[in-house]
């Protein structure tokens, strides 16, 4: 018996983790599947447009070859003149102009604007050209965006866990040790007396039988007959009661022995999971200074390791475009010149997404609570207060 119910123990704990990570690992599987979906299809529809030559770019070249032969062998009394007639030439070009569509828009490259979009970063270096392009970037948008934004909350919720667990053991630990360094052997032996002698009480703290009711009852034998055997009969029902009360044995036996059961019990579990998306990080409260050392650190660490292969990087600069890419505000001033070596950096982006959403949530609440306390102490101000005449 104890070797068949101990692997039945490891199926039923495996089933309550896959039926836990269900939820999380399908909303991060679709957003996957989205993206690389996305990826195919603007790599096919951009990719693969005609590069036609306009009236225009035809104009710009004419006006850029007309400026070239104008500039004389003296270069130093033209040059003033010949930059300011270049930066304003090339301020009328379009940068459609001197893009190829089969370099720009390979999977790689498609995968990251993909990200850009439903992210809302949006660097500005790549973007559709075709109609047909920005019609569907526009209903890729659409539904990507509210994905991503499911997939931030579904995942805040386990760091918002994993932060809050995390602080109250550091505050415990704290605790721990600040007790021991003012507690002394006489105070401490004679706390843990107490503690003692109060655990004891409350083992000791038993429902009794209704044998040993009815011998501690000494008013129970002057009684007449009548109340007496009313008596014992509440008794022996609030006994009944008791011990019916856990039936949870007998569930899991019906759950056992009934697969369909134990089946819609995991599928109502699953229900709830989704219901309890957001729920975590209503309840988070750490500090924002922790929050904030948080964020440093994690953008200090790609900030050191992007320079790697973005060699027109520096720290600084690197640090600057994380930050820039984490609160989702994307300038595209600092560009990338491999964006399938960042496409790997993906999972870093998102978590990076949730930490600042985290904290931005938590300056959210400080905020609401500071308003909340302006305007009580405004209005505590402006009411006149009541004043008492005597009679």
Known sequence: ATTTAQPLRGKTTCKKVFWAVFPHACFILSLVIYAFLGALMFSHIEGSREVTVSEEYRTFLQNLTYLARRLSDNVTENEKMFKDDIRELF????????????????????LFFCCTVFTTVGYGNTYPVTRIGKYL??????????????????????????LSKSYNEFRKLQSKILASKLCSGSTCSKSNELKSRAQSKIVINELPTIMEVLRNQSGMKRRPVKYRNVELFEMLIARENENTQPARHKSMERWSSCPELARGKAVSRVIENFDKIGKELEKLDVPIVLMVLVIFVYISCAAAILP??????????????????????????????????????????????????????????????????????????????????PK
């Open 91 to 110: 301020s009328t070009a379009d940068p459609v102009w001197f893009i190829i569509p089969e370099d720009r828009w390979t999977f790689f490259g498609s």
């Open 137 to 162: 970037c526009m209903l890729y948008a659409l539904f990507g965006i509210p994905l991503m934004f499911l997939v931030l909350t579904d995942v805040g919720d386990i760091l918002a866990t994993v």
């Open 308 to 389: 790697n292969w973005e060699k027109n990087m520096d720290f600084q600069e690197a640090f600057y475009f994380c930050f820039i890419t984490l609160t989702t505000i994307g300038f595209g001033d600092t560009k990338l010149e491999h964006p399938k070596f960042f496409m790997f950096f993906s999972l870093y982006i998102l978590i990076g997404m949730e930490i600042v959403f985290i904290a931005f949530k938590l300056v959210q609440d400080r905020l609401i609570v500071l308003y909340k306390k302006v305007i009580s102490s405004c209005a505590e101000k402006k009411v006149p207060s009541k004043k008492i005449y």
